[in-house]
């Protein structure tokens, strides 16, 4: 079912050992650099099998965005093979697909908590128009899903409407489907079951293809974190004193109190500090009584908040509670920090941080039919292998080669300057200055440079600011998508003069952005993203230690390396594509560091990159 004419021979191994793996219920962790071709490759491969096998394949991306190439591959393959039915489901975030007003500003958790009062009421008008009381479709609701049937495999937001709900409708036709495209949390986070069950799906008949994997540990320990803050038990409180609920308000003041104190016992001249957690839960038995009633009667005035309002901070301290009290000692921190607003006032945090995602990856991966997950940076595939949980008897490696011509790639690692913390040096940051500007020159049309900080973007700005007859365009911190958007365009338009684009590794325009051709052809990566360990990591390095005497590698430094190579790997988007990739720190060659980047990459080592960039593209016009 594969929808291309022919598939190149790198594609044609990956294609290979993806039936292999599936066929023997295996899984795959493959570094597939970019231009492989691995959503045609992954899904025509595993839906063929689902089709003949009676499984159903989960592709699964980070970002909404990142839908519309599955969709487009599927229906490619659609107008290829019109005898071969299946049915496909695309569906994004319960909340992207409501039409409640103002629902957009809630966070994930607080959304959830407010579909599920307001359905349970029968408050909600659009899933009373979708479904009956017994659950069933209504008869206007039915002829929608008739209507998305025909037309799919179509884009969630296609689904939109102001009449029906949306997601009940897309769960509908994933009952039915072979395929379904989704994101990470539709399996990986804690809403999986009451999803699956809709969808009338066993983990053991999934297929699961994981898109840009290299986020998804990053993205599990989010899903599986848990904090409160003096800033949101104000909220709390103030809540319960709206409704009347006196004794609650005072039992939550009684948590700010024990946050308070906790603040100045362990946060005398740190920023941040370890917490037991019998000690905590200790101290705020103190203060409530029984936790169990204390719980139990947050719960119920969240529900009185939620009606009115869509959300509830004691709802999350509900939930907070919950999480400390029942979670892990092992995989786990638990940390008190002090933090500042934008407007400079001075909060408290408590975090339960969820360190090990194999902790709820393992589970899921042991009970899947098959898994492959790639990604152009899972290198390491060890370090993924181990973190995620991934049987080692039942996993396949596989590093791919790039299907790109290596004489369309220059790749140079600049000796005699680094970002490391001792040699923060005003000569240092001279000699990097100057190789920006020299290289920027000698880059025809556009340019990126990422930095591993904003403040070091900032300060390398001031330093070759007036300098370069392009223009230098930022992105901005925090950001929306209207604005990420504004740079993006600002930033194509100016090819043909040309223009600099400084942002920061990890940041908006350091992944998932295309910009083929002349749109970019140089990018300079300045530094690796190494910041001073705070707590957190010094944790999950310690974790790592533990369990796989991987700490440094596995916590520290190979998750920067990664974010750097991501970075890089902006410039070369297609098989025309020509570019160069400056990596400006002589830390990118030891050997440790080295080990991360792509094996089939050729690297030449400088103190002057500028003469060899600007050889490279007189030789490629």
């Excluded at 959300?311 to 995989?331: N, R, T, Y």
């Excluded at 000698?442 to 007036?466: C, E, Q, T, W």
Aim: with cysteine; glycine share 6%.
């Amino acid at each position: 079912m594969f929808p291309f004419s022919e598939a190149r021979p790198v594609q044609k191994d990956f294609i290979s050992d993806v039936k292999e793996c599936i066929r023997n219920g295996r899984h795959l962790i493959a570094n597939a650099p970019t231009g492989l071709g691995k959503t045609a490759a992954t899904i025509s491969a595993c839906l063929e099998y689902g089709l003949e096998n009676g499984k159903t394949v989960f592709f699964l991306t980070p970002k909404h965005s990142q839908h519309q190439i599955a969709i487009d591959t599927l229906r490619l393959i659609k107008n290829k093979f019109p005898d071969r039915k299946f049915t496909a489901t695309d569906i994004i975030g319960k909340k992207w697909l409501c039409s409640v007003t103002g629902i957009h500003d809630l966070k994930s958790g607080e959304f959830h908590n407010y579909c599920r009062t307001v359905v349970k009421e029968e408050r909600c008008v659009y899933y009373n128009s979708t479904r009956t009381k017994a659950h069933s479709l209504t008869m206007p609701a039915e002829g929608r899903l008739r209507e998305l049937l025909a037309l799919q495999p179509v884009h969630a937001e296609e689904a939109l409407s102001r009449e029906f709900c949306p997601y009940e409708l897309l769960t509908e036709m994933a009952k039915r489907s072979d395929i379904i495209i989704g994101d990470y949390y539709h399996i990986f986070s804690p809403y999986r079951g009451p999803l699956l069950m809709k969808m009338k799906k066993e983990l053991n008949d999934l297929i699961l293809i994981a898109d840009e994997a290299h986020n998804l540990p990053d993205r599990v320990r989010s899903l599986m974190t848990r904090k409160i803050s003096s800033l949101s038990l104000e909220h709390a409180m103030k809540e319960a004193k709206a409704l009347g609920h006196e004794e609650l308000k005072m039992k939550i003041i009684g948590v700010m109190e024990v946050l308070e104190s906790m603040r100045k016992d362990r946060l005398k001249n740190e920023k941040e500090g370890f917490v037991e957690k019998e000690t905590f839960l200790r101290e705020i038995i103190k203060k409530t009584g029984s936790l169990e009633d204390f719980v139990e009667a947050l719960d119920g005035a969240a529900e009185e908040v939620i009606k009115d309002k869509k959300i509830s901070s004691m709802e999350s301290l509900s939930e907070f509670i919950a999480s400390w009290h029942e979670g892990d000692e092992k995989g786990y921190s638990r940390i008190i920090s002090r933090r500042k607003t934008l407007s400079g006032r001075n909060f408290t945090v408590l975090s339960h941080t969820c360190l090990d995602p194999s902790l709820y990856t393992g589970e899921i991966l042991k009970a899947v039919h098959s898994a492959i997950i790639m990604s152009g940076t899972l290198s390491p595939a060890e370090m993924y292998r181990d973190i995620l949980g991934f049987e080692h008897e039942r996993t396949e490696m596989r590093s791919y080669k790039s299907p790109f011509l290596r004489k369309n790639r220059l790749n140079i690692i600049v000796r005699g300057v680094t970002t490391r913390y001792s040699m923060r040096t005003e000569d240092n940051y001279r000699k990097m200055a100057e190789h920006i500007i020299e290289s920027c020159k000698s880059v025809p049309n556009n340019v990126a440079v990422f930095f591993p900080s904003y403040f070091m973007r900032d300060l390398m700005h001031g330093m070759i600011k007036g300098r370069l007859d392009k223009e230098i365009i930022l992105e901005e911190q925090n950001a929306g998508k209207s604005e990420k958007r504004m740079v993006y365009d600002r930033f194509v338009a100016a090819h043909e003069k040309g223009a600099v684009l400084l942002g920061v590794q990890a940041g908006s325009f350091a992944e998932g952005v295309d910009l083929p051709g002349k749109f970019l052809n140089g990018v300079i990566v300045v530094g690796i993203p190494l910041e001073r360990p705070s707590l957190e990591t010094k944790a999950l390095i310690e974790y790592y230690d533990y369990k796989f005497r991987r700490g440094w590698d596995y916590g520290y430094t190979y998750p920067a390396m990664i974010r750097s190579i991501q970075a890089a790997g902006r410039c070369i988007r297609s098989e025309n594509d020509r570019g160069a990739c400056i990596f400006l720190d002589e830390r990118f060659a030891w050997a440790n560091y080295r080990r991360v980047f792509p094996t089939d990459i050729d690297i030449r080592i400088s103190e002057n990159p500028a003469p060899l960039v600007r050889e490279f593209f007189e030789n490629t016009r």
